[in-house]
């Protein structure tokens, strides 16, 4: 650091500033622990949490966080609706007599619960444990025909795990690979 010529003076206000923002961002820091703490207990009063929990990779504060975003999963009639919500539906393409085999997602959702679940497939193939998401995941990425990008089977697991945190919820049972 005695070599680092940063273009400003020590005396420059912006240097002067430094201190107290580091000291703010440390507090907004700890802040933000203390409620995430508040909304992992507030969570493990829901009854979905056990069941969302069971699932690899997931932990407490990505099962929070879903449940959060999730709400009341009774209100979803069908998985159909649930995967609207969180805008992984596939947006329709039609071209006369041709359909696209590879649609996009529709992302008219819910953004965060969106991110949420892909956080959670990524985690879960991180985790390379034999388990029938990572395999779907892995499938997607090496099938001989038209392989996906990561990106892209991230997503489809995102879809999948969607459907699997619904059908957990709705069951009141956990998982079971």
């Known amino acids: 650091a005695k070599e680092c010529y940063s273009g400003c003076e020590i005396n420059d206000i912006e240097v002067l500033k430094l201190p ?3 000291e703010n961002v440390q507090e907004q820091k700890k802040k933000c622990d203390s409620l995430l703490k508040e909304m992992i207990e507030i969570a493990r009063t829901c009854p979905y949490f056990a069941s969302v929990v069971s699932i690899v ?6 099962a929070a966080r879903i449940i959060a975003e999730l709400g009341d ?5 069908n998985r159909a609706a649930i995967v609207a919500y969180a805008g992984l539906n596939p947006k329709i393409q039609q071209s006369g007599d041709i359909d696209g085999l590879h649609l996009k997602i529709s992302k008219k959702g819910n953004k965060h619960l969106r991110c ?4 959670g497939a990524q985690c879960n193939y991180r985790l390379r444990k034999e388990d029938p998401l990572y395999e779907f995941t892995k ?3 090496q099938q ?3 392989p996906l990008s990561s990106k892209a089977a991230y997503t489809a697991s ?13 069951n009141g049972t956990r998982y079971h690979s």
Not at 116 to 119: G, P, W
């Open 158 to 170: 995102a879809h999948k795990l969607l459907v699997i945190i619904y059908s957990l919820c709705k």
């Open 20 to 22: 107290s923002l580091i």
């Open 73 to 77: 999963v009774s209100r979803f009639d």
């Open 144 to 146: 001989t025909q038209c």
């Open 57 to 62: 990779g997931i932990g407490e504060n990505l």
């Open 139 to 141: 499938k997607k990425r």
């Open 116 to 119: 949420l679940l892909y956080l």
